[in-house]
Nanobody, 127 residues
Framework: QVDLVESGGGLVQPGGSLRLSCAVS????????MAWFRQAPGKERQFVAA???????YYGDSVKGRFTISRDTAKNTVSLQMNALRPEDTALYFC?????????????????????WGQGTQVTVSS
């Protein structure tokens, strides 16, 4: 069983920045593939970013160049630094864990690859 809790969401003006954090309870944290997804009202859950166990990173097209995913193995956390935020970034952001280290890279963008999910943290971008 892996528990994960997101934090860091809030209200920010367009162009501003936020940093989300996800605390993960699993003892095999370094072996996990991690990801952030988001979901706005009336929209499907959308892939934001992933951090593979080997350190490779992947981003959704809408956030490339603005968001950065990172991992801190000493603290068992994964973070999402969000810069140049836009109103369309407004959503509930979820942290997710894939415990299968063998998942191929192309599948890391899919919800089905992930075994555990956090409760979400709200990000609202508005002036």
């Amino acid at each position: 069983q892996v528990d994960l809790v997101e934090s860091g969401g809030g209200l920010v003006q367009p162009g501003g920045s936020l940093r989300l954090s996800c605390a993960v309870s699993g003892r095999a944290f370094r072996q996990y593939n991690m990801a952030w997804f988001r979901q706005a009202p009336g929209k499907e859950r959308q892939f934001v970013a992933a951090f593979r166990n080997n350190g490779a990173t992947y981003y959704g097209d809408s956030v490339k160049g603005r968001f950065t995913i990172s991992r801190d193995t000493a603290k068992n956390t994964v973070s999402l630094q969000m810069n140049a935020l836009r109103p369309e970034d407004t959503a509930l952001y979820f942290c997710a864990v894939d415990t299968d280290s063998g998942t191929i890279s192309s599948r890391l963008r899919a919800e089905v690859a992930y075994d555990y999910w956090g409760q979400g943290t709200q990000v609202t971008v508005s002036s």
